[in-house]
């Protein structure tokens, strides 16, 4: 079971799902949840700016998979830029977001929990 699930004192008693719930989770719902457990973290407002980064490349991915059935000139180097871009955020908001649970889990345990 992943630590977000085993933190259930007062800052976190809304944090009640599995971990097949949580892997299933929309990015929105996933920002509803941390920002219930971690209420004060600036990570939040740099996970809402993923959010729209992430939904631009799914969005464009879709769009130039059907482009490029109909036009060989498509350049994708600027749309892999933007997804890389997207990737190194992604990936720094993971990084912080576990070194912040686990801050919030050792108070949980310094509590008692």
């Known amino acids: 079971m992943r630590d977000i699930n085993r933190l259930c004192s007062h800052e976190f008693i809304q944090i009640d799902k599995s971990d097949d719930e949580l892997d299933e989770t929309p990015l929105g719902g996933l920002i509803m949840l941390f920002r219930k457990a971690l209420p004060y973290s600036q ?5 809402e700016q993923l959010r729209p980064e992430r939904n631009h490349c799914a969005h464009r991915a879709l769009v130039l998979c059907f482009m490029s059935d109909v036009d060989s000139n498509i350049s994708f180097d600027a749309e892999f830029e933007r997804v890389q871009k997207a990737r190194e955020l992604a990936w720094s908001c993971f990084e912080d977001l576990k070194q912040e649970l686990a801050a919030a889990e050792s108070r949980f345990v310094a509590l008692g929990g």
Request: charged share 20%; no cysteine; aromatic share 0%.
């Open 43 to 47: 990570l939040i407002s740099r996970l």
